[in-house]
Nanobody, 117 residues
């Protein structure tokens, strides 16, 4: 069982930056995919970005060029650097771990990000 704890959310003005962290309770070296999802009120949860064990990354079109995902296996932590934030980025951001492939095996509780205009 892997526990994931997100931190770093908050209130920021449009154009500002935040860095989210996702700390795992155990080693993420053998976890194939670490992902960030978000869910805004009244909307479905969407994949924001993911990073594979080998370093390959993927981003939603809406965040390309603004967000950067990274993983530090030594610290068992995944980060999401969010720059040039927009009001439409407002959501609860959750971290997820996929041990091999397919659906996520573990989820964090989420952290609120609010971007004011």
């Amino acid at each position: 069982q892997v526990q994931l704890v997100e931190s770093g959310g908050g209130l920021v003005q449009a154009g500002g930056s935040l860095r989210l962290s996702c700390a795992a309770s155990q080693s993420i070296n053998m976890i194939n995919v670490m992902s960030w999802y978000r869910q805004a009120p009244g909307k479905q949860r969407e994949l924001v970005a993911n990073i594979f064990r080998g370093g390959t990354t993927n981003y939603a079109d809406s965040v390309k060029g603004r967000f950067t995902i990274s993983r530090d296996n030594a610290k068992n932590t995944v980060y999401l650097q969010m720059n040039n934030l927009k009001p439409e980025d407002t959501a609860v951001y959750s971290c997820a771990a996929t041990v091999r492939l397919g659906a996520a095996d573990y989820w964090g509780q989420g952290t609120q990000v609010t971007v004011s205009s």
